[in-house]
């Protein structure tokens, strides 16, 4: 059995993987103070409620992401050939589908609040002699929400395309979301303390159809990895890299013709090469010197297979 | 960009009004105008009762001490308790009284203060003499549970002289009983509309400020009627 080489990241990409990894501990300590400090502010706010359901499956992600990078820095072995690269992928899902259930949860929580006209009640909080009205309590808890979560997001899209990882890059466009609804619910929260309680209803809603619409949306494009799709940027455009190797393998003059197809194996590219050429025969050295050049074009082309055929 | 505006401006613009938060159907500036507060009254002895065709309880003197507060007249109404749930919802009355506790089922349907009073229940004896599996006489069936699950034995059969008595400590206190044994607590509340945050504030300002006024009004409950449940 012929194992893949274990390859992966280079010891630049080393460092920013232990900053990712770094961040993601950071997020999941900065995320628990969030949610505590909502819980404990959130009264009968629908809003408040729908950031605080929020903020603790935006944990989720940072979670998947260590757990997805533990396992896939695995070497590969005689049961797992290919290596552990797919448990990014298989973390990715994970992550999405929570994300998806999460946020059809919510929307339709938050529905029912607006059909039943719930109105949030909010009264005193003692703080040594001090009374304050409790409302006043969840603009600095959703400030908190607000603000740290953009430092964060901004951090982990750069580490994100240099490792090529998409949970991470899930992980930055969530809390770039937890932002966001966080903004959205303190309109909620100045609405019904202007006494227009269906403002906090429909900033509920507004968050939560963000999350659903998110998670449908990472879900989809996680299925499709698994579904061995042609490979996608962070964005989901598709990779120029095989028209690239295609463009680069015709420039050579014994090359007749040639095909490629990729997918994404976690963080690499794996791939096959047919090449129609020209000439009668090829040696094996010749084949593995256009491999290794084919590799060198870019780190993630790691599982690379170049082969001859007749027919194309 | 257009969104941090809008919060920046939210934040701002209520920290700087005072007349916030504001009610979402205007229920005090009603009381106000109308001078009248319109009060539900669910019979609980001894937090609302009937006396000589007249209303009485602690919870019915803590409701005309805040509509003096207030300025206005109160307006009492005997409801029952889901009568008095529905006329919240339709904003017919303004608040419900009736000893309602943290508990109570339907407390999710309105709104509801802060505890006026957290009652707590003991087991009370003459002489200090309580051992684990001793019969305990209950001043009411809801204790029964609470009374077995500190490994005592409830009864209430008549002849209970002699027996410690599981009752509300104003009730013990009254009735000459040590304290011996908490068995239970519960937190008193009144109910209010939902969403009527700046009537909520009122009352529960009121509230903070006269948290002493219920213990002396049921020990003059206890001492007037000896009342127990």
Redesign the interface.
């Known amino acids: 059995m012929r194992i893949t080489t274990q390859g992966e990241f280079s010891k630049a990409q080393l460092a920013d993987l232990r900053k990712a990894k770094m961040l993601s501990w950071l997020s999941l300590v900065y995320l628990s103070s969030v949610a505590i400090i909502m819980y404990l502010t959130m009264g009968t706010s629908q809003a408040m409620k729908t950031v605080w359901i929020e903020d603790m499956l935006s944990m989720v992600a940072p979670i998947m992401f260590l757990i997805g990078n533990a396992f896939c820095s695995r070497k590969p072995n005689a049961q797992y050939p290919y290596g552990f690269h797919a448990c990014v992928d298989m973390c990715f899902l994970g992550a999405s589908i929570a994300l998806m259930l999460v946020g059809a949860f919510v929307v339709i929580d938050s529905a029912m609040v607006i059909a039943a006209q719930d109105r949030p009640t909010i009264g005193l909080v003692v703080i040594g002699s001090y009374e304050i009205w409790g409302g006043w309590l969840m603009y600095p808890a959703l400030l908190w929400g607000t603000i740290p979560p953009i430092f964060l997001g901004k951090a982990k899209i750069k580490l994100s395309r240099n490792l090529y990882d998409k949970v991470l890059y899930t992980d930055a466009k969530v809390n770039k979301a937890d932002g966001l609804t966080a903004a959205v619910a303190i309109i909620g929260v100045t609405g019904f303390a202007l006494g227009w309680w269906w403002l906090d209803a429909i900033a509920a809603l507004i968050i939560s159809i963000e999350i659903l619409e998110d998670g449908f949306k990472h879900t989809k494009d996680a299925i499709t990895v698994l579904m061995n799709k042609t490979p996608t940027d962070m964005e989901g455009k598709i990779e120029k890299l095989p028209m690239e190797i295609k463009e680069y393998l015709k420039t050579l003059d014994w090359v007749k013709d040639v095909e490629v197809r990729f997918e994404e194996e976690g963080h690499i590219l794996g791939g096959e090469i047919f090449l129609s050429i020209k000439k009668e025969y090829i040696s094996a050295k010749e084949l593995d010197e256009v491999t290794d050049h084919i590799k060198s074009m870019d780190w993630r082309l790691q599982d690379i297979i170049v082969t001859v055929t007749e027919k194309l | 960009m257009w969104?941090?505006r809008?919060?920046i401006f939210?934040?701002v613009?209520?920290?700087g009004c005072s007349k916030?938060?504001?009610?979402?159907n205007?229920t005090l500036e009603h009381i106000q105008a109308n001078k009248v507060i319109k009060i539900g009254v669910v019979i609980n002895p001894p937090w609302t009762f009937m006396a000589q065709g007249e209303l009485k309880g602690p919870d019915v003197q803590l409701m005309q001490n805040f509509a003096q507060s207030l300025h206005v007249t109160p307006e009492f109404q005997l409801l029952g308790y889901e009568e008095a749930i529905l006329a919240l919802q339709s904003f017919a009355i303004d608040v419900v009284i009736g000893g309602l506790t943290e508990s109570i089922h339907g407390k999710e349907d309105v709104?509801?203060?802060?505890p006026y009073y957290t009652e707590t229940f003991y087991i009370g004896t003459k002489n200090n003499n309580l051992k684990k599996k001793d019969l305990v006489h209950c001043s009411s069936p809801m204790l029964y549970k609470f009374v077995a699950r500190k490994g005592y034995k409830p009864v209430s059969r008549v002849n209970t002289s002699g027996l410690p008595l599981a009752a509300a400590s104003w009730q013990l206190q009254a009735a000459g009983y040590e304290l011996s044994k908490k068995i239970y607590e519960q937190k008193h509340i009144f109910f209010?509309p939902?969403?009527?945050?700046k009537f909520?504030?009122r009352l529960?300002?009121f509230i903070?400020q006269h948290d002493q006024d219920i213990p002396i009004l049921l020990s003059k409950v206890a001492n007037e009627n000896n009342h127990t449940r």
């Open positions: 969104l941090q809008i919060v939210c934040i613009f209520t920290f916030l938060p504001a009610d979402a205007d709104g509801y203060t802060r209010i939902k969403g009527e945050n909520l504030i529960e300002q903070i």
